[in-house]
């Protein structure tokens, strides 16, 4: 009788202990939202009757100038391109080609903003948020670019700029 009794007590108590360190832990949300911010860009052109036309660039190249270097990327045939300001700075710069394949010359897109702290959410914690003043480049593909949303965010959804690409001989 005393050994089921202690047996009882024993299994009473380990049970409350599991549920005791059980309730202490705290399980952490995972975060869902977009946490980076990107700043999206478009390659368009004229056509003919002057309307704005997407212009996918065959095997476009995109590399972040940075202190150690270029860190370049490659994109397959697309118009629509996600790059990422520096959270460290308020400028930054990019190489830009449109054609890896066809050994096109390169341009200097330069980035000038604004950085904001952001908090997302206790899952997601704070990232930057950045408000586009300028984007200045050289001419050599690319003829202008235009500004079309200033508020770089997690949204992925936003076009930020047009970049409009010189036409080829």
């Known amino acids: 009788m005393i050994r089921k009794h202690s047996y ?12 005791l360190l059980s309730s202490c832990t705290q399980e952490r949300q995972p975060c869902i939202t977009p946490k980076y911010a990107s700043l999206l860009l478009k390659t368009v052109r004229l056509n003919a009757t002057s309307s704005v036309v997407d212009t996918p660039m065959p095997a476009a190249v995109f590399g972040a100038i940075t202190d150690s270097g270029t860190k370049g990327i490659i994109f397959p045939r697309s118009a629509n391109f996600s790059l990422s300001l520096s959270p460290v700075s308020d400028s930054c710069k990019w190489i830009f080609a449109p054609d890896t394949t066809a050994g096109t010359l390169t341009d200097t897109i330069t980035f000038k903003y604004n950085r904001q702290l952001e908090f997302i959410s206790n899952a997601c914690g ?44």
Do not use: E, K
Not at 138 to 162: A, P
């Open 126 to 169: 704070y990232t930057y948020f950045y408000g586009l003043n300028s984007a200045t480049s050289t001419n050599r593909n690319i003829d202008s670019i235009i500004i079309t949303n200033t508020s770089v965010t997690n949204n992925v959804n936003n076009s930020h700029l047009q970049v409009y690409i010189r036409p080829q001989p």
């Open 8 to 19: 009882m007590q024993c299994l009473f108590l380990a049970v409350l202990t599991s549920l």
